[in-house]
């Protein structure tokens, strides 16, 4: 039908949906527009969180993680914390596409699409990326992930404020010794953002992917939602697709892609279906901030935020060019 193609993406990555958008529309397939358009973000350096040279962690280091689903065969392939190989969304295509596996992390993931094809060792951090790492360490080093530490030097080593054995449960507040309470701090959210992109191809073949640095100063070893279906992205071309970006430490506890797209199985359009899954991890983390983008069979679509105001970027053949839409938490 007249419908297809479609390409919805999180955010105003709108020359990542073009490029998508151009494959598709030549007839190539979902999986290949979500590759070019993803790949896309990860050469322009989207909002300088995605690609190579973009957010660092508590080291300095830029690290990938990327995922693909191909929602005809429920095939997914990943790679998380890779920190030697700059194209994330073609290594997740070659786990796919060569291997019995889902993800695969780490220095390995690096070897394994080096193997593969793409180039490498790269170094993945840049004048921008060491820039950032270098203000934020004269600034004190927040905001930070950590939880119930002392910082030992002001910027780590990190040391547990109180000892927390099997018996003894909570950290008291009398241990904690007058120590600032930092928590676990999500200022920095806004300069992280993940691009996670649908297609519709013009077969009616729906795929997803996923490519971003995930959190600004994480601690290093810290894999988000990006790599993992279901949270980040999923698709299922009986039902659509569903794109995610946000607090990925919080939003992978509850798959909210996954929840959406079973949603709009049982018959919620994707509006409802992505509110549902936004208000199911604010009602347990009220801080929380986070987006989901969603697409059924229709070539309806809906975005749900909270904590922010989200943006997504849509090309359908009704268009002219692609238009971004907002959505108010
Ligand atoms: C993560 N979800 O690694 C990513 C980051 C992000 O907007 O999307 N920020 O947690």
Redesign the pocket.
């Known amino acids: 039908s007249g419908k297809y193609p479609i390409v919805v993406s999180?955010w105003p990555f709108v020359d990542a949906v073009r490029a998508a958008w151009r494959v598709a529309d030549g007839g190539f397939s979902a999986v290949d527009a979500v590759v070019e358009g993803c790949s896309t973000c990860e050469e322009l350096r989207c909002d300088g969180?995605v690609g190579p040279g973009g957010s660092p962690d508590e080291n300095g280091e830029t690290t990938i993680?990327a995922l693909i689903m191909n929602g005809a065969t429920m095939e997914v392939g990943a790679v998380a914390a890779m920190r030697f190989v700059k194209d994330g969304i073609r290594a997740a295509r070659l786990v796919m596409q060569h291997t019995e596996h889902t993800l695969l992390a780490g220095e390995k993931a690096s070897a394994f699409a080096i193997a593969m094809g793409l180039p490498g060792p790269a170094n993945l951090s840049s004048a921008e990326s060491m820039d950032k790492w270098t203000k934020w360490r004269e600034n004190g080093c927040q905001p930070n992930f950590w939880k119930n530490v002392v910082p030992v030097d002001g910027c780590g080593p990190y040391q547990p404020k109180c000892n927390m054995g099997p018996s003894e449960g909570e950290c008291p507040a009398s241990n904690l010794m007058g120590v600032t309470e930092s928590g676990s701090s999500y200022v920095g959210?806004?300069s992280?953002?993940?691009i996670?992109m649908a297609v519709i191809d013009k077969m009616g073949h729906v795929a997803v992917g996923?490519s971003?640095?995930?959190?600004t100063f994480?601690i290093p070893g810290?894999?988000?939602?990006?790599p993992i279906a279901g949270s980040?992205a999923y698709a299922d071309e009986e039902v659509g697709a569903c794109g995610?970006?946000?607090?990925?430490?919080i939003?992978?506890r509850f798959l909210p892609c996954y929840q959406t797209v079973e949603s709009m199985r049982q018959g919620m359009g994707p509006e409802l279906a992505a509110k549902d899954a936004i208000s199911r991890i604010a009602r347990k983390f009220p801080d929380f901030?986070?987006?989901v983008v969603a697409i059924n069979k229709n070539g309806e679509h809906a975005g749900a935020c909270h904590g922010w105001t989200f943006k997504y970027s849509v090309r359908s053949p009704e268009m002219e060019d692609v238009k971004v839409f907002t959505v108010l938490p």
Not at 222 to 226: I, Y
Not at 244 to 249: L, V
């Open positions: 999180t969180t993680d959210l806004h992280h953002d993940t996670s996923t971003t640095n995930g959190a994480k810290r894999v988000g939602d990006g980040s995610a970006t946000g607090d990925g430490d939003m992978m901030v986070g987006a």
